[in-house]
């Protein structure tokens, strides 16, 4: 089993910048891939960035450029970095990660909110 806990979420005006943080415990040698949903009211849940064992990264068209996932994998720990805000941007993000078994994890989510 592996536990992901969320931080970092909150209320920025468009234009600003936020930082999520995950944390990974448990079995977190079985993880492979880790990375970032999110949801937004009346939406599904959808892709923001991946990044994996290996470094490799993916990003949704919507955040390329703006959005940084990163990794340290000496804490277990996964990043966001999220710069130039939207409101299309308010969600619900949720850390995921995925085992080199194909077992999902995911975390409890943090609101992101874009506004002023």
């Known amino acids: 089993q592996v536990q992901l806990v969320e931080s970092g979420g909150g209320l920025v005006q468009p234009g600003g910048s936020l930082r999520l943080s995950c944390a990974a415990s448990g079995n977190t040698h079985q993880i492979n891939l880790m990375g970032w949903y999110r949801q937004a009211p009346g939406k599904e849940r959808e892709m923001v960035a991946t990044i994996t064992s290996g470094s490799s990264t993916n990003y949704a068209n919507s955040v390329k450029g703006r959005f940084t996932i990163s990794r340290d994998y000496a804490k277990n720990m996964v990043y966001l970095q999220m710069n130039s805000l939207k409101p299309e941007d308010t969600a619900v993000y949720y850390c995921?990660?995925?085992?080199?078994?194909?077992?999902?994890?995911w975390g409890q989510g943090t609101q992101v909110t874009v506004s002023s």
């Open positions: 995921y990660s995925k085992s080199f078994t194909e077992y999902n994890y």
